[in-house]
C-alpha cells in the first residue's frame, strides 16, 4: 500500500533563516507530488506541484521554491523566511490509479 | 469570484442531527467530486467521492451532486462527535490524478 511521509511536524523558525521541509511517498511510482499551504479562513493555497523529477510548475510567485530530486521525493525550500511564510504546510500526491489526493500530516511552521 | 464557494462555518449541531454541508462552483467542465475531512492539526483525508451528478452514499454520509445548478453537498445522518472537523471540497475536471481545485472547508462541531 502507498504511504506518504512528510516531516517535521512542527518547526518554529526566526526570520531569515532557511527552510528545508521534506515529503516521501512509498508504494507507488512516478506519482505526481504538490505543495500546499493551508491558513486559517483562507482553505488551501496551491504552491507547487510536480508531475515528475525535475519537473516543477510554481502556483504562486513567493519566498519559497520546490524540487524533486528523486521519484518520489518533493522537498520545499526557502532560503529567508519571512513572518508571511508561516502557516501549515501540506505534502500531497496523485497517480493515474488513485482518484483525488492522498495528504501527508502536515508541517505547522512558525516564523518568528 | 472563487471557481469554488463553500461557506467556512463554524457550523455546531446537536449529536444526532442532520448535518448538511455545501459547495457551489463556476466551472461546467468540473466532473468529479470530492469530500475530504480534516480533523484538526491533521491532514485532509478524502471521505467521498462522486463522477457527474447524482447521489452517494457510504454509511451515515451521502454526496450529491446536481451539476445543472453547480451545486454539491454532504449530508452527514446522525452526528457523533467524532465527526467534528472541518469539511472540504474538492473537484476536477478529469479524473486520474490531476489538479483538484478546493473549497475553503467548513468547520463543524457536533456537540454532547
Known amino acids: 500500500s502507498q504511504t506518504i511521509h512528510q516531516w517535521p511536524a512542527t518547526l518554529v523558525q526566526p526570520v531569515g533563516s532557511p527552510l528545508s521541509l521534506e515529503c516521501t511517498v512509498e508504494?507507488?511510482?512516478?506519482?505526481?507530488l504538490y505543495w500546499y499551504r493551508q491558513a486559517a479562513g483562507r482553505g488551501l493555497q496551491l504552491l507547487f506541484y510536480?508531475?515528475?523529477?525535475?519537473?516543477i510548475s510554481s502556483e504562486v510567485p513567493q519566498n519559497l521554491s520546490a524540487s524533486r530530486p528523486q521519484d518520489r521525493q518533493f522537498i520545499l525550500s526557502s532560503k529567508k523566511l519571512l513572518l508571511s511564510d508561516s502557516g501549515f504546510y501540506l505534502c500531497?500526491?496523485?497517480?493515474?490509479?488513485?482518484?483525488?489526493?492522498?495528504f501527508g500530516s502536515g508541517t505547522r511552521l512558525t516564523v518568528v | 469570484q472563487k471557481e469554488v464557494e463553500q461557506d467556512p462555518g463554524p457550523l455546531s449541531v446537536p449529536e444526532g442531527a442532520i448535518v448538511s454541508l455545501n459547495c457551489t462552483y463556476s466551472?461546467?467542465?468540473?466532473?468529479?467530486f470530492m469530500w475530504y475531512r480534516q480533523y484538526s492539526r491533521k491532514g485532509p483525508e478524502l471521505l467521498m467521492y462522486?463522477?457527474?451528478?447524482g447521489n452517494k452514499e457510504d454509511g451515515r454520509f451521502t454526496a450529491q451532486v446536481d451539476k445543472s445548478s453547480k451545486y454539491i453537498s454532504l449530508f452527514i445522518r446522525d452526528s457523533q462527535p467524532s465527526d467534528s472537523a472541518t469539511y472540504l471540497c474538492?473537484?476536477?475536471?478529469?479524473?486520474?490524478?490531476?489538479?483538484?481545485?478546493f473549497g475553503t472547508g467548513t468547520q463543524l462541531k457536533v456537540e454532547l
Open positions: 510536480s508531475v515528475g523529477i525535475g519537473q
Open positions: 508504494g507507488t511510482s512516478n506519482p505526481n
Open positions: 474538492a473537484m476536477s475536471e478529469t479524473g486520474g490524478g490531476n489538479k483538484l481545485t
Open positions: 462522486t463522477y457527474s451528478s
Open positions: 500531497a500526491w496523485s497517480d493515474r490509479g488513485t482518484f483525488g489526493y492522498t
Open positions: 466551472n461546467s467542465a468540473f466532473q468529479y
